[in-house]
Each structure stands twice: as structure tokens, then as C-alpha cells.
């Protein structure tokens, strides 16, 4: 894996040098999804586990263009993507290329639903404060946190009733022939950071919605 990753991050970086307008920061994408795959990578050779995270505090907002970034350029005009970011939120505390990983799941997903749902395809990410929830995490140290909001909307055709419950058990999946590892992963990782996932579907409206800890100390930069 990490000699073709290595030429991957290569290969951007000499066509970098003779880009053009518009494509540095397709470029970049590359290089920054290569080095994380390396990164995930590396973690996983050595035995470690979504179920591990290393707790730092990060910016959630960043990471979600990161992954927003990557979506549109892999859509292109298929599907709108939308942000309605709360900038006051402070900085999570948790383990970026995880959830990293967690949310491209979630955002892919719901990208190819919309694509597949009829017009207009779009996906909406939020985040906000979850209002009058808080969570005791031992893992951070006593007391209790507040908790943030993280919501993944999309247009699509909707998860049937009857396989809701289900949806994020390995091996089930809404999609024809998918084998449903991805959402049995993004609870894995919610879950290791102390945080929650649910979902609630109706036929044109699918909503993801991921309630994580906070972190303390000072507001994030939107």
C-alpha cells in the first residue's frame, strides 16, 4: 500500500508544478487524501483500531471542508453540496483521521443517494450546539461535556423503514450489492469517542446525525 501511495503523493506533486488555473487545488486533494490513507495505514499495521482513537483537540469545520472538498470534486455538477456551520462551536476533542473517515462515509453515502434520488440532488451538513444534551466521559475525565450536533442530509429515495434499525450492523446496507462494512465503521468510531448516531428517513429526506463531545479552551475558527 504505502509504495503506491508514495507515487500517488509523486506524481501530484510534479503535476503541480505545471498546473494550470484551477487545478492546484485538486492536486492538493490528492496529496492530502494520499498522505492520510498512509497515515490510517501505518496505524492499522501496527494492530491499532477505530475503537483506539488518539484524543486530540481539532476544528471540526476544517475537516468537514476537507471531506466536503474531496466529495465535490469526486461528484463534480451531479450533486449540490451545502454548509450551515455554527462558527462558535469550540474545538472537538477526538481523533481527526478517524472520524475523518467516519464523516467521508456518511457524505459519500449520501452523495450517491441524492445522485440516485431524482432532482435536486443535495446534501446539507450541519453542526450546532446539542441543546440541553451533555455527555460524562471518563475517557476525557469527570464531569460532564457538552455536546455538538454533526447532521448529514441528503435527497434521496430514503432507507425503508424496516431496515433502519438495522442499518448500521456489518454487513447491511440500503445500497444493491454493497456489503454495508462503511456504516458498521462510522458507529465503531462515534461510539469509541463517546458520542451517538442515529438516523431518520422518510422517502426524500434521509438526515445522518452525529452528537460528539466538546472539547474546552477556545472557540474554533469556524
Request: neutral net charge; without cysteine; proline residues 5%.
Amino acid at each position: 500500500m504505502k509504495n503506491p501511495l508514495g507515487g500517488i503523493i509523486g506524481a501530484a506533486q510534479l503535476l503541480e508544478r505545471q498546473s494550470v488555473d484551477g487545478q492546484s487545488e485538486l492536486l492538493e486533494i490528492i496529496k492530502e487524501e494520499a498522505r492520510r490513507i498512509e497515515r490510517l495505514v501505518n496505524r492499522l499495521s501496527a494492530f491499532e483500531l477505530f475503537s483506539a482513537p488518539h484524543m486530540e483537540p481539532f476544528n471540526i469545520h476544517a475537516l468537514l471542508e476537507r471531506v466536503l472538498a474531496s466529495e465535490t470534486a469526486a461528484m463534480g455538477s451531479k450533486v449540490e453540496f451545502k454548509r450551515d456551520f455554527d462558527p462558535s462551536l469550540p474545538p472537538v476533542i477526538g481523533d481527526s483521521d478517524h472520524l475523518q473517515q467516519a464523516f467521508q462515509n456518511l457524505i459519500r453515502n449520501a452523495a450517491e443517494a441524492a445522485s440516485d434520488g431524482g432532482v435536486p440532488a443535495k446534501v446539507t451538513v450541519r453542526t450546532s450546539y446539542a441543546a440541553g444534551l451533555s455527555f460524562r466521559q471518563a475517557r476525557l475525565g469527570a464531569g460532564l461535556r457538552r455536546a455538538m450536533l454533526v447532521s448529514v442530509e441528503d435527497t434521496g429515495k430514503g432507507i425503508p423503514r424496516n431496515r433502519q434499525s438495522s442499518i448500521f450492523e456489518v454487513f447491511q446496507s440500503s445500497k444493491s450489492g454493497a456489503r454495508g462494512l462503511g456504516l458498521s465503521i462510522v458507529k465503531e468510531v462515534v461510539t469509541a469517542h463517546g458520542g451517538q448516531i442515529r438516523v431518520d428517513s422518510v422517502p426524500g429526506s434521509t438526515r445522518f446525525s452525529v452528537l460528539l463531545p466538546l472539547g474546552t479552551g477556545e472557540r474554533s475558527d469556524g
